[in-house]
């Protein structure tokens, strides 16, 4: 076997070793046994709740362990076919082979982007915030644009993407908007998203054709199962109900249905206003609740453990996560990372995927320098 070949086997071996470690080799096919057994138990649809739940951890622990078995077994099978073309000389074989072995690194690398993904509500749904910053109807168009980017993103993995709320701008775009984004792994992808936008551009609604700089946050948090108990008392909050937002027309809405809540103590504000009932918006509104305290309390041991501050911080200068640049030249970075896409287009359509997965990694590896601004 070629010396590149060997160091790229032992990379592979090496990587499949970590895996397992992450993984917990030993603990997972002894629960997945447990699991196994428990879904034989005919009582087990009594409670359906704790049923679907203990089905998605059994799918989620035979996918990976029937995964990392299929990478070792293709290592396996590709090392064999090396040395068997080897001995009979014949170097189609050995070629073959280690092209799959070079294909097999790829995998492992996605593969370890999904062990990343193991946070105590990584696989939940997810609830996304928009806020426009100060700039008016710039800022609020930005907010729009990315709205559509996430609601793109998330339809391009097969998530279905629900409105909760949703305040149009004076003149165009959005004042903000709160989305519900439902689909495995949904928080998990998105958690890192949360942050301070910056969009640099010829201004459309500058008749002077000048550039702009315009600033909108992020906030995302997870939505929370019934075996998740925030305690909130009604002591704690202020709810406001007021008239939905929207088009006019046949079906204006004309009684005040929609819902605020603050929750006075933390200060968080959540609204909903997608039902026309305000009992409807109003349960919809204390489960959105429930969840920003429940990410509250994630961030608070995330902040613990690793010694870095939130990054929910004033929509301006000097706080943004990335700056998305389509004048005077075209490129999208994030400062936390350093990763770039020099296709804003296509990041706007809901490419975001390598963003996302540096910043997992970097959330496993420890926090790096902030990469230095864009001009």
Not at 28 to 50: F, G, I, V
């Amino acid at each position: 076997m070629r010396a590149e070949t060997e160091m790229l086997v032992d990379e592979i071996k090496q990587a499949i070793s970590l895996l397992r470690r992450h993984f917990d080799w030993d603990q997972a096919l002894k629960r997945l046994d447990y699991l196994n057994a428990e879904a034989e138990n005919p009582d087990l649809w009594n409670d359906p709740a704790e049923a679907q739940k203990l089905m998605r951890e059994r799918q989620s622990l035979e996918d990976n362990v029937k995964a990392i078995r299929g990478l070792e077994q293709a290592l396996d099978d590709n090392v064999g076919l090396i040395e068997l073309g080897e001995e009979e000389g014949d170097q189609s074989v050995v070629a073959e082979a280690e092209t799959a072995i070079r294909s097999l690194k790829g995998e492992i690398a996605q593969r370890q982007i999904q062990t990343l993904l193991s946070g105590e509500a990584d696989s939940n749904d997810s609830y996304l915030e928009v806020h426009a910053g100060a700039g008016g109807t710039e800022s609020q168009d930005w907010a729009n644009m990315l709205l559509r980017m996430y609601t793109r993103w998330a339809e391009k993995r097969g998530m279905k993407v629900e409105v909760l709320e949703l305040h149009d701008g004076e003149e165009a775009g959005i004042k903000s908007a709160t989305i519900h984004i439902k689909g495995h792994n949904a928080y998990g992808w998105l958690k890192t998203e949360s942050g301070v936008h910056r969009l640099v551009r010829i201004s459309p609604f500058d008749s002077n054709a000048r550039r702009h700089t315009s600033f909108a946050s992020v906030w995302v948090y997870p939505v929370i199962d019934d075996s998740i108990e925030i305690d909130v008392s009604e002591a704690d909050v202020r709810i406001d109900t007021y008239r939905a937002s929207g088009a006019g027309g046949q079906h204006v809405n004309t009684t005040d249905s929609a819902v605020r809540i603050t929750h006075i103590p933390s200060g968080i504000v959540v609204a909903c206003q997608q039902e026309r009932s305000q009992h409807k918006n109003r349960a919809k509104a204390w489960d959105m609740l429930r969840a920003r305290l429940y990410e509250a309390e994630l961030q608070r041991r995330e902040e613990a453990a690793n010694a870095t501050a939130s990054s929910k911080t004033d929509i301006g200068w000097g706080h943004q996560i990335r700056s998305y640049v389509l004048q005077p030249y075209q490129l999208v970075k994030d400062l936390r990372t350093g990763v770039e896409n020099t296709s804003p287009q296509n990041v706007l359509d809901g490419d975001l995927d390598g963003f996302m997965e540096a910043s997992l990694s970097q959330k496993i590896e420890g926090a790096a320098e902030p990469v230095a601004d864009l001009d």
